[in-house]
């Protein structure tokens, strides 16, 4: 990221990369790496004809694109002309709801800026957003869409790794509000087989069932066998185990974990999700009794006694 704003200018004239300094465009004046037309918030406060905090909760809130370069907002002319751009109408409820939550959270969690990250999920859920819905339509496509630009090589695998920090701590705050009030309708123990280090993905499912008014026992990710088998065999009453699987490279320890649960005589039956699942027929050679793609197919095959959708 940081890359990005040192533009050439940073580059010193005595530069034994000379080569690299000549290879770089020069399409934008620097100086000291920031380019010179970039603007400070009281810029654009005064551009905008309103307050210094207004213009600092524009872009907390992920509206007006900005970089912090030493510890100052950077905001491009590009970006305050898009946010011109777009037109001011009076908030109606469903179009607060339709606001483009994901893109401004993703934008916030590029920067790592924790507050404004956590500022947009506030906005969401003022606008009428469910818990459900931020994981879903909000956090959940931010996070896919920072996967995408990891795997094409527009980001650094830091960057990845301090957007999943932040997510995580998004997922901490919602979770005290996920919950149903009145009688759980059954318990379903949730987690990851050995390896697979996407917990984020685990938690969220786990929040989403409760939301739905399950108890939910999470394992987290990277849970052996033995320790499914454990805590299931001290447990009663339990509806159905939820096994998720993210990274492709964890399906044998999926297999290993479902077979292991069959020959402790678990009853529960056990259903498997996540991205490396791809199927019914999949999720049957994996030793599974079921598949569901996402918490509310789940909880309706439970609802119905079923194990698959079809
Ligand atoms: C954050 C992240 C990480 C973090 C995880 C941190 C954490 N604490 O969770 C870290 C840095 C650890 C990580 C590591 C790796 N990652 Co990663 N990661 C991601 C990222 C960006 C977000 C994951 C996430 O939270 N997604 C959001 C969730 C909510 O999405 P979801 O899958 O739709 O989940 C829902 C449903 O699937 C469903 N569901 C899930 N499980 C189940 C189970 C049941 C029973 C049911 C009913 C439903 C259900 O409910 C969920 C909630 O709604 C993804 C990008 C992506 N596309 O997701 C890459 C991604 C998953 N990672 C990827 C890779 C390659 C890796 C690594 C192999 C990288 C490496 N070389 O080290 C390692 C693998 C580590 C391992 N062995 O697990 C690839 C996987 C590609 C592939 N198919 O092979 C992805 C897709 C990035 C990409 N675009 O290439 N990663």
């Known amino acids: 990221m940081a890359l990005n704003h ?8 005595w530069c034994i990369f000379q080569p690299l300094r000549e290879a770089i465009p020069n399409t934008r004046p620097y100086r000291f790496g920031v380019p010179v037309d970039d603007l400070t918030l009281q810029q654009v406060a005064d551009e905008l004809g309103v307050h210094y905090m207004t213009a600092y909760r524009y872009v907390r809130l992920g509206q007006l694109e900005a970089v912090k370069v030493g510890g100052v907002w950077r905001v491009s002319r590009q970006a305050l002309d898009a946010f011109r751009a777009v037109p001011v109408e009076p908030a109606s409820s469903r179009r607060q709801r339709q606001a483009p939550w994901s893109e401004r959270l ?12 956590w500022g947009v999920i506030e906005s969401a859920m003022a606008g009428g957003v469910a818990v459900g819905d931020v994981y879903t339509d909000v956090l959940s496509p931010a996070l896919r869409q920072i996967g995408e630009r990891w795997a094409a090589g527009d980001i650094d695998i830091a960057v990845e790794h301090r957007a999943s920090g932040i997510a995580t701590r998004i997922v901490g705050r919602l979770g005290s509000r996920a919950v149903r ?28 069932l409760r939301l739905e008014g399950w108890d939910v026992c999470d394992l987290g990710a990277d849970t ?6 454990h805590v299931l065999s001290t447990m ?7 096994l998720s699987v993210t990274d492709p490279s964890c399906l044998d320890a999926c297999a290993a974990t479902c077979a292991a649960l069959h020959r402790a005589g678990v009853s529960a039956p056990i259903y ?32 119905g006694g079923r194990r698959t959708a079809v």
């Open 6 to 13: 040192i533009g050439p200018g940073f580059i010193p004239r």
């Open 106 to 117: 993703e934008a916030r969690l590029l920067v790592g800026d924790a507050t404004g990250a």
């Open 181 to 208: 009030r009145g009688r759980p309708r059954g318990t379903i123990v949730v987690g990851s087989p050995s390896g697979e280090r996407h917990a984020l993905v685990v938690a969220m499912l786990a929040d989403l």
């Open 224 to 229: 052996p066998s033995e320790s499914f088998v």
């Open 236 to 242: 009663d009453d339990v509806t159905a185990v939820g």
């Open 272 to 303: 498997v999700g996540g991205q490396a699942i791809v199927s019914e027929t999949h999720a049957d050679e994996l030793g599974a009794d079921g598949y569901a793609a996402d918490a509310a197919t789940l909880v309706r095959l439970l609802e």
